[in-house]
């Protein structure tokens, strides 16, 4: 099967780093316009830089603006009014046990990790209807699955996810944009290492143990024993975003690394 997404525009939110950044290298090597995302005029810079000299082909458009409000993403949709493939990609996580939750905290996560993906996805699913082709994708999580007792707020916004973009899916029955969730498990992105490095550094140990530890202790029904690697999740979207995976809608599709015990 050869992905070929030339001619194609893709919208990736939060894409300077991380998840977010193999998402958007992986969609460019296969011909993609794609459109980086993060806060700052300078993250963007430095990711279309790094994406470059990874691909020096690629067609990159930037775009600073602060995605956990609707006024940043009204100026990202100003910026690129249309796309052909979305990747609702932006989310933050911490740790904090529940008692300890501020309502201002329930509201961050919720217009980060949700609404970014609601305001988004309905600027763009209209041109997509009227073009009659279209990828929505959401990135959720395994933890929209099984919520973490140490993040709830973390993993309501994550459940929350697929039921937007199932509904989102059935709403647009019979045309040629699909929508599908995309639930990695525990992945070594930016965010990942960030926050086992600064436990490794309060504990003293070194960090892989941190990880090995994490996986037996938090996540032990992992079959692969390992974070998965960022392209590994990256691969996964960018087949859902190509032309091949027209009869894949409404799913979520996990690559959680076997992480939830179910068969379906
Ligand atoms: P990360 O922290 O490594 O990267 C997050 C990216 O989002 C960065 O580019 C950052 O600059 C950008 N960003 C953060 N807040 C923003 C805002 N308000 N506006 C615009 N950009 C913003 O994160 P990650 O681990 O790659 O996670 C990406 C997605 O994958 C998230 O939705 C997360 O919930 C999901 N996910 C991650 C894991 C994991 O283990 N890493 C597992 C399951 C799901």
Partial sequence: MHIDLSGKSAVISGSTLGIGFAIAKGLANAGAEVVINGRSEASVGKAREALLKDTPKAKVITVAADLSTADGADKLIKAVPSADILVNNVGIFEPKPFEDIPDGDWQRFFETNVMSGIRLSRAYVKGMREK?????????????????????????????????????????????????????????????????????????????????????????????????????????????????????????????????????
């Fill in 132 to 264: 009659n082709w279209g990828r929505v994708v959401f990135i959720s999580s395994e933890s929209g699955i099984n919520i973490p007792g140490e993040m709830v707020h973390y993993g309501m916004t994550k459940t929350a996810q697929l039921a937007v973009s199932r509904g989102l899916a059935q709403s647009l029955a019979g045309t040629g944009v699909t929508v599908n969730s995309v639930l990695p498990g525990p992945t070594r992105s930016d965010g990942v290492i960030d926050f086992f490095g600064k436990i490794a550094a309060g504990e003293g140990v070194p960090q892989a143990e941190i990880e090995k530890n994490f996986i037996a202790q938090f996540r032990p029904s992992s079959i692969i024993k390992r974070l998965a690697e960022v392209e590994e999740v990256a691969n996964m979207v960018v087949y859902i975003c190509s032309k091949q995976a027209s009869a894949t809608t409404g799913a979520s599709l996990r690559v959680d690394g076997g992480v939830v015990a179910t068969i379906t």
